[in-house]
């Protein structure tokens, strides 16, 4: 596609209800990242695959947080047992390669009730 | 601890006037790239600085590499209401694909 895409764009959830965020890069985009942004703050890395390898998990909250990309096209952020900290804007960003210019998508919004 | 510390965190000023945003680290970047993000939207990169003191220049918006490569300025030129956004530096931690991003400007340009 043109851009990278994300599903759903808004989320709203019930505290301990599981979630499951996609993310279609850009076709051809050997990278991809996913983000977490606080309202009015930047974003905060949580994790960074190469292809169908998770290269970088470290920004991941906690074991409840689980990402994967098993074809090395679409990838999807999964959060267990939503808490209300889990509350924020979801990014996705692919890029060529490792520290190739990052293009993201618009992000999805998850309210955590 | 933030490893890009942005300033000020949020600017209010009239069409016409100018300003300018900081990035500053304690750390040594080998570049550091601004981007801008508007509500319900993802970042948008608008420049990458790589050699120190290094200075780009995109329409009224001027961007600089610090000499020592720790710290970067935007400056905007008789800012309009379409400059109005949340400007974020960021740079590459390590050699990996981590990108760490500043807290973010919230400007707001009022005609």
């Known amino acids: 596609g043109a851009g990278v895409s994300q599903s759903p764009r808004y989320k709203v959830a019930k505290r301990g209800q599981d979630v499951a965020l996609r993310c279609d890069p850009i076709s051809g985009h050997v990278s991809l990242f996913w983000y977490q942004q606080a309202l009015g703050q930047g974003p905060e890395f949580l994790t960074y695959?190469?292809?169908?390898?998770?290269?970088?998990k470290s920004g991941l909250p906690s074991d409840r947080f689980f990402a994967e990309r098993p074809e090395g096209s679409v990838s999807t952020l999964k959060i267990q047992r939503t808490q209300q900290e889990d509350s924020a804007v979801y990014l996705c960003?692919?890029?060529?390669?490792?520290?190739?210019?990052?293009?993201f998508g618009p992000g999805t919004r998850l309210l955590v009730l | 601890t933030q490893l890009l510390e942005q300033s000020p965190q949020f600017l209010s000023i009239q069409e016409g006037e100018n300003l300018t945003v900081y990035c500053n680290s304690s750390s040594v970047f080998s570049s550091l790239q601004w981007y801008r993000q508007e509500p319900g939207e993802g970042p948008v990169l608008l420049v990458t600085?790589?050699?120190?003191?290094e200075v780009k220049k995109l329409k009224r918006l001027t961007f600089q590499f610090g000499d020592a490569r720790k710290d970067s300025s935007l400056h905007i030129t008789a800012a309009q209401p379409g400059d109005t956004g949340l400007y974020l530096c960021?740079?590459?931690?390590?050699?990996?694909?981590?990108?760490?991003f500043g807290q973010g400007t919230e400007l707001s340009v009022k005609p």
């Open positions: 695959f190469q292809n169908e390898a998770q290269l970088d």
């Open positions: 600085v790589v050699t120190g003191g």
């Open positions: 960021a740079g590459y931690y390590n050699q990996g694909g981590k990108l760490i």
């Open positions: 960003a692919s890029s060529r390669g490792q520290q190739e210019t990052q293009y």
